[in-house]
């Protein structure tokens, strides 16, 4: 509310009261309904969804912790990322992104479904914006306790998203859920397996390994092409969904096009 020249409150326009701002999850509301009236969404847009890690941090801190759901007392600390962190990520999510899209339509999927993964898939892993830095760019194995913080991401990223009214938002906190399970059922943090991973997460996980593997990190360098094949070929209905796999070496020139778009950075990317 704002006041009239009679001294009464009046509505803000943008919403909320003068003085008071609006939820930052209420602003990213705001913001992906106004670019979905503009038309399609960009995915290079999508990483604004980092801004609402250190609003919902901050309020996830503050709640009692579950000793059944809660994530690590170490991860609810808020730490502000390096610019290259950011930086490299941007770069990692764009192609996440694309190689979604593209193997969303090789699957079968009309393009509006297609561009609506595009969306998601570059919020898989928002929860690691609760990731201390000293693990994320640790040059060197992780300790047992490292590993277990690392792995309170998926559950982060649910927390972060899951209270949006937005769909895509919504979508986007169950990939950040499911993304680091395996098609076997040996991955976490559920344990799912096969058809219980919900498919954009199937796809995002393809994605996100491909682009991970083909890029240089702190601990290791980037992976060859055909290493990377091969790593496919044995996850093939292990680690992934053994269709996608398929998609995916059936249309590899497509997949390494879609690289050559978006160069990897050759200082190495977080992701």
Known sequence: MSPSADGTAQPDPQGGSAGAERPLGEKLDHFYRSRKEEGEMQTTEIPISMLMALDKLVRISERPLD?????????LEPER????????????????????????????????????????????DIGKWAIPESILQKPSALTPEEWEIMKTHTQMGFEMLKDSKLDVLQMGALVAMQHQEK?????????????????????????????????????????????????????????????????????????????????????????
């Open 67 to 75: 000793a059944n759901t809660a994530p690590s007392p170490h991860v």
């Open 81 to 124: 990322k390096k610019n290259s962190t950011v930086r490299d990520l941007s770069g990692h999510l764009k192609r996440v992104a694309a190689y979604a899209k593209l193997l969303a339509l090789k699957y079968g999927m009309p393009e509006q479904e297609a561009n609506f993964i595009k969306q998601i898939a570059p919020m898989h």
């Open 183 to 271: 098609f076997d059922g040996t991955g976490y943090p559920k344990g799912l397996k096969g058809e219980e991973i919900h498919i954009y997460s199937r796809i995002t996980t393809v994605a996100d390994v491909f682009d991970a593997l083909g890029s240089e990190r702190s601990y290791k360098q980037a992976w060859a092409v055909v290493d990377i094949i091969q790593y496919f070929a044995e996850g093939r209905g292990t680690h992934f969904d053994p269709r996608l796999v398929d998609l995916l070496l059936l249309h590899m020139d497509d997949f390494l096009a879609i690289r050559g778009e978006f160069p990897i950075s050759a200082t190495g990317e977080d992701g």
